[in-house]
T-cell receptor
């Protein structure tokens, strides 16, 4: 059975800290791994990763995929209160399967 | 503007009263999907559709029906809602993967449903 597992499920940090969110997966016919950020509304797209070892960056966020070990990490440096959200990992094969999400809380 | 539109956005209903949540996308996407989101459980897939007249069960299909008579529309039907279907529902769509496209999903704004 396909599955996507995120860890930790919840994380509380202070502004300025660096965090690493994890996503491991077991799916057939892997096509891509995606990260989304969800605040109060619908998830918003962050990154899509298809190849191992190539880092994607957007400002203070970065992500990398390891297709051999079947995991991805999302790093956020110099966290801000606006980074507080649920971060969702999803894996696309013929379908799309989501992990349970990591709830990040950044305190001032 | 490219978008996925869900209605209603908020609904309070009573057990057993049939309801339909509509979903429409204007991006000519082949793939559409319904998810429900409950605290601590992430997004769980209810049903998905790879194209017109093709639908498949996701992880939590019990108590739901869908149809895909047109490419742009993918309504979610609750024939006899029960309180355990109280949840936040998202419709999403994307292009078919075999076009060389690798998968970003476009989400509707969500529909918060309460069943009393």
């Amino acid at each position: 059975e396909d599955k996507v597992v995120q860890s930790p499920l919840s994380l509380v940090v202070h502004e300025g800290d660096t965090v690493t969110l994890n996503c491991s997966y077991e799916v057939t016919n892997f096509r891509s791994l995606l990260w989304y950020k969800q605040e109060k509304k619908a998830p918003t797209f962050l990154f899509m990763l298809t190849s191992s070892g190539i880092e994607k960056k957007s400002g203070r966020l970065s992500s990398i995929l390891d297709k051999k070990e079947l995991f991805s990490i999302l790093n956020i440096t110099a966290t801000q209160t606006g980074d507080s959200a649920i971060y969702l990992c999803a894996v696309a094969n013929n379908d799309m399967r989501f992990g349970a999400g990591t709830r990040l809380t950044v305190k001032p | 503007e490219a978008q996925v539109t869900q209605n209603p956005r908020y609904l309070i209903t009573v057990t057993g009263k049939k309801l339909t949540v509509t979903c429409s996308q204007n991006m000519n996407h082949e793939y559409m999907s319904w998810y429900r989101q409950d605290p601590g459980l992430g997004l769980r897939q209810i049903y998905y559709s790879m194209n017109v007249e093709v639908t498949d069960k996701g992880d939590v299909p019990e108590g739901y029906k869908v149809s895909r008579k047109e490419k742009r529309n993918f309504p979610l039907i609750l024939e006899s809602p029960s309180p355990n279907q109280t949840s936040l529902y998202f419709c999403a769509s994307r292009w078919r993967l075999d076009r060389g496209y690798t998968g970003e999903l476009f989400f509707g704004e969500g529909s918060r449903l309460t069943v009393l």
